[in-house]
């Protein structure tokens, strides 16, 4: 390894030309590029055997550098004591600093990438579980904000106008289920037998919905949709028939009944915001069953 360096023309004329350029280039791009040290920081090996070459190495140029050694030393050193020191703008050192800083995180990242990488999956995780529980948390609110079954009935959740002759008010009372003995089968269960009055079967349902029996509630609604649709064909059955029976869908986690309903409460009621609402809603949760 030690002793005279082969010399080649070829490479010292590239050096000259098309190398000196590149290098040119990279000093543009990297203002860290070429500076004394930096090899060492950026392949530390490839340094080392270099200095140990040039160290225990010579070549023509070292050769001919010899005999004006002494004269230049002389030059140099009298230009330096004419010329004032150029000292670098603050920006010029901030600049430096900065990008020293990220080429030493670079170089950080690059060897300590399992770490990182274990960092991000954590985090990831974290953000991924305060979404679902913020997903969570909303949806319970929406059914929540619900008509809940302890409250009155409005005057305009009911059509109150149909057989007014047979209907004297309104009655959503859970005792009007468990006193009235037509609501009971054989066996004294609970069991719904429509009134053939429309009003009065959503009342029932009501009734029942309140007493938690949601099946016979379900019943009871479609009795009321379906005499509403039969003793009034030109009107469109009461929006609370549809709302009441979505409500216990989404309550029983039955996504497609309510969906259906929905649909054909925006068939007779298509400016329903209420209804446009929940049909997106219960998308919504359909979709993140299925996943």
């Known amino acids: 390894m030690a002793g005279f360096r082969k010399f080649s023309p070829n490479k010292s004329f590239k050096a000259r030309t098309s190398g000196r350029a590149t290098r040119s280039f990279k000093r543009a791009v990297n203002p860290l590029y070429g500076k004394k040290g930096m090899g060492y920081i950026t392949n530390p090996e490839r340094a080392i055997k270099n200095k140990i070459y040039h160290a225990t190495t010579f070549g023509v140029s070292d050769i001919s550098k010899m005999g004006s050694h002494k004269s230049t030393k002389r030059r140099s050193t009298q230009r330096r004591r004419k010329a004032t020191p150029s000292k670098r703008s603050s920006k010029e050192n901030t600049s430096l600093l900065i990008f020293g800083f990220f080429i030493v995180i ?17 985090i990831g995780g974290i953000v991924i579980y305060v979404l679902k529980k913020k997903k969570t948390s909303e949806s319970a609110e929406e059914e929540s904000h619900e008509v809940p079954i302890n409250v009155s009935i409005e005057e305009n959740d009911i059509d109150t106008t149909a057989n007014k002759s047979t209907y ?4 959503d009372s859970i005792e009007r289920v468990l006193n009235d003995p037509s609501q009971h089968d054989a066996d004294g269960n609970l069991h719904f037998k429509s009134t053939s009055n429309y009003v009065d079967d959503q009342m029932i349902g009501r009734s029942f919905e309140r007493n938690k029996d949601l099946n016979n509630a379900i019943l009871a609604y479609h009795s009321a949709l ?20 979505a409500i216990i869908y989404r309550r029983q986690k039955d996504y497609q009944k309510e969906l259906d309903i929905l649909e054909k409460a925006l068939f007779y009621h298509p400016n329903d915001d209420k209804f446009i609402e929940r049909k997106k809603r219960v998308k919504e949760l359909m979709g993140t069953k299925e996943e």
């Open 226 to 245: 379906n005499l509403s649709l039969k003793t009034e064909p030109d009107i469109a059955p009461p929006p609370n028939i549809f709302s009441r029976l």
């Open 168 to 171: 004297k008010e309104p009655d």
């Open 106 to 122: 670079a170089a950080i990242l690059v060897k300590y990438w399992y770490i990182v990488l274990l960092i991000a999956l954590i």
